[in-house]
């Protein structure tokens, strides 16, 4: 019997609609239903892709007995956090207060008013490594609720109170400025790791926001040292586990140090990040491996996370079913399929299964080339690829030709779990990479896949007033209000697609998007919030600005109302802009690796940002020789427009007439502007 959940859009959800737990999705009248009942709230947060999220689904929530205990002590509340943020946020951040720290599956215990009051994250079915066992927790739990229910009122209300004490006054005091940068730089330099680079230990996540900052770092003030760490880090990922050596797109993180064993799930949004973090380091330079790291992630996206309706699918699975058999004997199944779910076996190497798909020969080649190995460098004798030699191989095309032979092996096997739902941020990450990407290196098919999925947001997510929903699947919208992210990353899609195709009706939509930043999300001082000042009241109302997995909602709304405010010449963008970076001032300093985008927007203030506006007629050799230069500037979140002079189309081409009747490019920073040049050259000195 299916439970409430049968009836959502969300993937995750969906994987527990025949639990014999009595799910309610997240909502108002679950917990009028815990109140009528008198029960404690049963708040189970996770994410479609999370390995540890099945365990525990298969574990408990799919076992009889586990679920009767459930169902008859508690309202059981099923959330999805890539569909409600501000849920998973505010109840994440009760979690990290109480225990230190945090993760998925979340599990919280909420009064009926949805005050936290006990927490955790995955409990085993029976009592191991010093944990207690969910049914043992769910005992406790309502054995507190029926005798100590004083108690319990106090627990929660002094959590709420102390949450609630948290709001934050980061904003107004002033902007970054070199010394708070050079700070920045500094802090990286302290943690970065000398010997297989990227920042800090393991687990180590591909930090692409930190790139970007020292990327435009080095454009702005030269410093060998940041693009040293920033070219280091690239190929050290590029040559790891982390990244797909056959497939393209990089895994979520690495269990090591070195980029060796990566946690096999693949997200949108760090593959548009990467995505465009290598494209940039191509173009500071000019590297043959960013350059093909930059357009076989792309590829990957388009041929593995296009969904049919030209929308990006969230993430695939870190595990695939296997037929019994293979690899680990204690591991079991979490239902669908006959076999298995193991992790990374979609992705995984024997010396064995090399010579099964490539011959005795070519497979020892590969295994030296890929570095699989007899112990293997994951479970049960198997290895994931990497490329661990310095040198390119001594036969490119049969490198190449074994290459395919795997890719098409493994087609075979059985593919991880795609989670389908189309998120309206992550979405605007995808656009950005790949319109640049495309127009960078001569794919025009990028460009319209980033424009498709542009008009899948319009149509789909935007409503007649531009207030964006989260969140849809199979083109259907979801129920979900989105939240700042949303506005900022789908902003900053549609300005990189403004940029590479000279429409200026993405430049518009942007503004809609900004203005609704500007008039909902925003605080006293230019603070933001994470949602909307009209969204569902929770116990508290999130607003965090560190960098995590994804640029925060607040510095990615920064960098947006910056490079709109480049476009337009308004300063109300402006002044949004330089309130909200007021955090970045704070932070930087003190917590570089996680305010990297933040570092990144500061990085485009200080240089101006750049305008930049060619002019003249389509099929003019000279206009797109000045339209290419300009596409490959490095100044710091320079922006660009092109077309006819006196065109409508962009506020930066107004009042741009041609030189001696020729095609020229107009340079302005900092409210100043130089002359026009015709020589792509002189242009190029300029950026």
Avoid at 5 to 19: C, G, I, R, V
Avoid at 84 to 107: C, F, S
Avoid at 467 to 482: C, E, F, I, Q, W
Avoid at 524 to 536: F, M, Q, S, V
Wanted: glycine content about 10%.
């Amino acid at each position: 019997m299916a439970n409430r959940l049968a009836h959502e859009t969300s993937p995750y959800l969906l994987q527990h609609a025949d639990n014999p737990v009595d799910w309610w999705p997240w909502s108002a009248e679950a917990f009028e239903e815990a109140r009528r009942r008198d029960v404690p709230v049963l708040l189970s947060v996770g994410y479609s892709s999370c390995h540890w999220c099945h365990v525990m689904a298969h574990e408990s929530f799919e076992d009889d007995a586990t679920a009767a205990l459930v169902n008859e002590n508690f309202v059981a509340v099923k959330v999805d956090r890539e569909e409600r943020p501000d849920v998973d946020a505010v109840y994440m951040e009760a979690v990290q207060a109480a225990t230190g720290q945090g993760g998925w599956p979340m599990t919280v215990f909420l009064t009926p008013d949805a005050a936290p009051f006990y927490f955790g994250t995955y409990f085993p079915p029976e009592p191991r490594h010093g944990m207690p066992s969910f049914p043992e927790i769910l005992e406790g739990v309502k054995g507190a609720w029926a005798d100590r229910r004083d108690e319990v009122g106090e627990v929660a209300e002094r959590i709420v109170k102390d949450l609630a004490g948290r709001s934050l006054a980061y904003g107004g005091d002033g902007v970054p400025g070199e010394e708070e940068l050079a700070q920045a730089l500094l802090g990286l330099t302290r943690e970065y790791d000398a010997t297989h680079a990227g920042f800090g230990g393991a687990p180590k996540f591909p930090p692409s926001m930190t790139l970007e900052f020292l990327l435009r770092h080095h454009a702005r003030t030269g410093s060998e040292g940041a693009l040293q760490m920033a070219a280091d880090t690239c190929e050290a990922m590029a040559r790891g586990g982390i990244y797909d050596q056959l497939g393209g797109g990089f895994a979520r993180y690495a269990v090591d140090r070195a980029w060796v064993v990566p946690h096999f799930e693949k997200m949108l949004y760090d593959n548009a990040l990467l995505c465009r973090a290598y494209a940039h380091l191509w173009k500071a330079t000019g590297s043959d491996l960013a350059r093909r790291v930059a357009l076989e992630t792309a590829d990957f996206l388009v041929r593995e996370l296009r969904t049919p309706e030209g929308g990006f699918a969230s993430a695939l699975d870190a595990d695939s079913v296997v037929a019994d058999g293979w690899g680990h004997p204690d591991a079991e199944g979490s239902g669908g399929g006959t076999g298995r779910h193991v992790e990374g076996a979609y992705y995984v190497w024997t010396p064995a299964q090399l010579t099964e798909v490539l011959g005795a020969e070519d497979a020892a080649l590969a295994a030296a080339h890929y570095g699989v190995t007899e112990d293997g460098t994951f479970e049960h004798g198997s290895s994931v690829l990497q490329l661990p030699q310095e040198a390119g191989p001594a036969d490119a095309d049969r490198i190449a030709s074994i290459a395919a032979r795997l890719l098409a092996a493994r087609e075979e096997r059985e593919r991880p779990g795609r989670d389908d739902k189309v998120v309206a941020a992550w979405n605007g990450l995808a656009i950005a990479a790949l319109a640049e990407t495309g127009a960078l290196f001569g794919r025009p098919d990028l460009v319209e896949r980033a424009t498709e999925a542009a008009d899948l947001l319009v149509r789909v997510h935007m409503d007649e007033s531009a207030r964006l929903t989260r969140t849809s699947k199979d083109g259907r919208a979801g129920t979900n209000d989105g939240v700042l992210e949303d506005y900022a990353d789908v902003a900053e899609g549609f300005l990189a697609l403004a940029a590479v195709t000279g429409e200026g009706a993405w430049l518009d939509f942007a503004g809609f998007l900004l203005d609704l930043v500007i008039d909902r999300f925003t605080a006293e001082g230019g603070a933001l919030y994470d949602t909307a000042h009209d969204a569902e009241a929770l116990i508290r109302r999130p607003q965090d600005p560190t960098d995590n997995a994804a640029p925060s909602g607040w510095t990615a709304a920064a960098g947006a109302l910056l490079s709109y405010a480049a476009h337009t010449g308004s300063d109300t963008h402006r002044a949004a802009a330089e309130g909200a970076l007021g955090v970045v001032k704070a932070l930087g300093p003190r917590a570089p690796r996680f305010i990297g985008w933040g570092l990144a927007v500061s990085e485009a203030l200080l240089d101006g940002p750049r305008e930049i506006a060619v002019v003249g007629a389509p099929g003019d050799e000279a206009f797109q020789e000045l339209r290419r230069t300009a596409l490959l500037a490095t100044a710091p979140g320079a922006v660009l427009a092109f077309g006819a002079p006196d065109s409508e189309e962009f506020p930066l081409l107004r009042d741009r007439p041609l030189v001696a009747g020729g095609s020229a490019a107009y340079v302005c920073r900092h409210f100043t502007c130089d002359a026009p040049v015709t020589d792509p050259e002189a242009l190029r000195r300029k950026l």
